[in-house]
C-alpha cells in the first residue's frame, strides 16, 4: 500500500521558516519523480517544486523561487520543502505528490498524494 505523509506545517510569522516533511512508503521512492503542491481556501491546487529521482535537477515556482527549497533524501524516502521568508500568500494546505512520468507542473501528472499539511502564516 503507497502511502505519502506529510508533517511540518504550523503556524508561523511573516519573515518566518518552515520545513515540511513527506515520508513515503509503499512504492521504490528513488523511482520516482516527486513535487509539492498548495492550494489555499477558494482556490486551485497549483505546483510549487519538484524535484528528479536522484536530487539533481530541481525547479520551483516564480511565487517562491529564492525563498524555498525543495530536496530528497533516498535514503530515509523523505522528501522536504524548506520554506524561508514566509509571506501570508504562502498560507495554504500543502501536499506532496510522486509519479513516475517524469517531471512535470500539471497536478494530473502525478499517481499518489499525501494528505496534507497546513501552513498558515501571519502578517
Known amino acids: 500500500q503507497v502511502e505519502l505523509v506529510e508533517s511540518g506545517g504550523g503556524f508561523v510569522q511573516a519573515g518566518g521558516s518552515l520545513r515540511l516533511s513527506c515520508t513515503v512508503s509503499?512504492?521504490?521512492?528513488?523511482?520516482?519523480?516527486m513535487a509539492w503542491f498548495r492550494q489555499a481556501p477558494g482556490k486551485e491546487r497549483e505546483w510549487v517544486s519538484y524535484?528528479?529521482?536522484?536530487?539533481?535537477?530541481?525547479s520551483s515556482a516564480d511565487s517562491v523561487r529564492g525563498r524555498f527549497t525543495i530536496s530528497r533524501d533516498n535514503t530515509k524516502n523523505t522528501l522536504f520543502l524548506q520554506m524561508n521568508s514566509l509571506k501570508p500568500e504562502d498560507t495554504a494546505m500543502y501536499f506532496c505528490?510522486?509519479?513516475?512520468?517524469?517531471?512535470?507542473?500539471?497536478?494530473?501528472?502525478?499517481?499518489?498524494w499525501g494528505q496534507g499539511t497546513q501552513v498558515t502564516v501571519s502578517s
Open positions: 505528490a510522486a509519479t513516475t512520468g517524469g517531471l512535470g507542473m500539471d497536478e494530473h501528472e502525478y499517481n499518489y
Open positions: 509503499g512504492l521504490t521512492f528513488d523511482g520516482f519523480y
Open positions: 524535484i528528479s529521482r536522484s536530487g539533481g535537477i530541481t
